[in-house]
């Protein structure tokens, strides 16, 4: 997709942070916007934000773990503009603590922003962008750490190893339909993200994790050093333009990737030690795909 004149934009977390950086960037680009958002204040600083740079906004108060929710939003940016032909999932939330004492609500809350939401923006748009029937584009974000686990992030990884996951699936299910898909996966960016707890609903306040203004303070300087949104938001432009499948626009990315990625290879047998149990699996393989692919000619026929 190159061009982007007239085409609605929808965007979770465009309220903030990365969100607000791919509303402006794409808004520029010519897209009509509506970014969905839990926190008011974000949203009416990001209508601002947009409103000042000329871009034709929209804001939907949204909670992307409520369904039913997210369907009335979905038929709102369709009453407002017209069917979204980009789908931003973008919202997420983070803390950090042990993973060893991690409460079932660090990981209720987590797991259903982070992938949940993902999967509702996803369930919610996909079957509306292919009855449009004028292809598009979706832009998952994931983090390195959609890659690269570590036990002070374990929940947070593996919600963003999940979304790199439904991220290639979802590339391979949508390209018949000129639907792209990206996943974006960011190192560090300028953002609120260390006041997500501020979101957490209350009946997953229960945690095991320590939090406090120190934690916040330590996180907030972090972030602080971390890629301008509207920076990242660039390479995320460029990224679909040419529907690339990963956006990991750090330089530090790449010893850790590759040394992690060469663990695993280097863990894979060599074929020489087992030719027979190659071809017979293999063969396998191929008579399943060929079956699936005959009953779905059936069923089509
Ligand atoms: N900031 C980083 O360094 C970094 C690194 C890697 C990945 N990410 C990812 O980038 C994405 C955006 O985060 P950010 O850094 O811009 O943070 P941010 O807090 O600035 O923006 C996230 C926005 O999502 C909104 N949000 C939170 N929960 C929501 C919910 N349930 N429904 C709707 N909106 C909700 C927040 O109100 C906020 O406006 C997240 O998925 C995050 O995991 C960020």
Redesign the pocket.
């Known amino acids: 997709m190159d061009d982007f004149r007239g085409k609605v934009a929808f965007i979770?977390?465009g309220?903030?942070?990365?969100?607000l950086g791919q509303a402006k960037v794409f808004g520029k680009a010519g897209c009509r916007v509506v970014i969905?958002?839990?926190?008011q204040d974000?949203l009416d600083h990001g209508l601002k934000a947009l409103k000042d740079q000329k871009t034709e906004c929209h804001g939907i108060l949204?909670?992307?773990?409520d369904r039913d929710a997210y369907a009335r939003a979905a038929d709102e940016v369709e009453r407002v503009f017209a069917p979204a032909q980009l789908l931003f999932n973008?919202?997420?939330?983070?803390i950090f603590g042990p993973l060893e004492k991690s409460t079932y609500s660090d990981w209720d809350w987590q797991m259903g922003?982070?992938f949940g939401?993902v999967v509702n923006g996803v369930q919610t748009f996909v079957p509306r962008m292919i009855a449009f029937g004028k292809g598009g584009h979706i832009v998952n974000?994931a983090?390195?750490g959609g890659f690269l686990s570590s036990s002070f992030a374990g929940i947070y990884c593996a919600a963003k190893f999940a979304v790199v996951g439904l991220s290639d699936a979802l590339r391979e299910a949508l390209a018949p339909y000129q639907i792209g898909v990206s996943v974006l996966c960011?190192?560090?960016?300028k953002?609120?993200?260390a006041e997500?707890v501020k979101?957490r609903p209350a009946k997953y306040a229960d945690s095991g994790y320590h939090y406090d203004e120190e934690t916040f303070a330590s996180l907030s300087r972090i972030?602080s050093q971390?890629m301008e949104?509207v920076e990242l938001a660039g390479h995320v432009l460029e990224a679909v333009k040419k529907n690339q499948q990963y956006i990991i626009p750090y330089p530090e990315a790449r010893a850790p990737l590759e040394a992690h990625f060469k663990t695993i290879v280097d863990s894979v047998t060599s074929p020489e030690s087992d030719p027979d149990g190659i071809a017979k699996r293999q063969a396998a393989m191929m008579k399943y795909r060929d079956e699936v692919a005959e009953q779905q000619r059936k069923r089509k026929a």
């Open positions: 979770t977390g309220g903030s942070g990365v969100g969905a958002d839990i926190r974000h949204l909670d992307i773990t973008t919202a997420g939330v983070s922003v982070n939401g974000t983090s390195l960011p190192a560090n960016v953002s609120n993200i997500a979101t972030y971390g949104p």
